[in-house]
């Protein structure tokens, strides 16, 4: 049983609370931190694991990787303890819009493949195994990180329906929705044949 009521003062708590801690640019941080300089002036320019990983530190892209799938499961996990299932979802989905539209970095975020997969492992662990399973399959089988990406959002929806857990179905859709359109160019380069594959400089 929830600790609080899903009203909508605590729906939008918990979109202020989602949102903040999607916004925290691990990435970044990591990258000051080791002294592996600024992340918007290696590879893509972008914040997420797979640039980090272009830094030449496997430590930090893995640490990325795992921050940035905690701060979207954290959000949905304590949402739904203190608030329900409404605030859980919610949160969730403010996590993924905050790590890709952050307020620190002038809303210039990253593409959320790694919150999304710890916002599925949250809200139905099964579908975010099968989602980080076919993530692996498509990476190992393309050495494109941003296949594999697109293949697991895209296959999520079917995740649920197949393994009974369709709670967030519509949310699961959203974020399918947004992962697909915040991989927009990665899309153009891949029909061009000039995506980079993982480890490789664009």
């Excluded at 210039?108 to 993530?135: E, R, S």
């Excluded at 296959?155 to 359109?181: E, K, N, P, R």
Aim: hydrophobic residues 55%; charged residues 15%.
């Amino acid at each position: 049983m929830p600790l609080i009521e899903s009203t909508f003062t605590v729906l939008l708590l918990w979109a202020v609370i989602g949102y903040l801690l999607g916004s925290i640019p691990f990435g970044m941080v990591l990258a000051r931190v080791m002294g592996l300089g600024n992340l918007r002036d290696v590879g893509s320019g972008n914040i997420g694991a797979t640039n980090v990983l272009r830094t030449g530190s496997k430590k930090a892209a893995a640490m990325t990787l795992i921050l940035d799938g905690a701060k979207g499961a954290v959000a949905v996990l304590l949402a739904r303890a203190l608030a329900g299932e409404d605030a859980a979802q919610l949160a969730g989905l403010m996590a993924f819009i905050g790590h890709c539209y952050p307020v620190w970095l002038k809303f210039k975020g990253g593409k959320g493949v790694a919150t999304f997969l710890g916002l599925m492992l949250a809200l139905a662990w099964p579908v975010g195994i099968a989602c980080c399973l076919t993530w692996l399959v498509g990476a190992a089988a393309s050495r494109i990180s941003s296949f594999a990406a697109l293949l697991a959002a895209g296959s999520s929806t079917v995740w649920m329906v197949v393994l009974g857990h369709d709670i967030a179905f519509v949310l699961g859709v959203v974020l399918t929705l947004m992962v697909f359109w915040r991989h927009r160019d990665n899309i153009k380069r891949m029909r061009a044949g000039t995506e980079p594959r993982i480890g490789q400089k664009p």
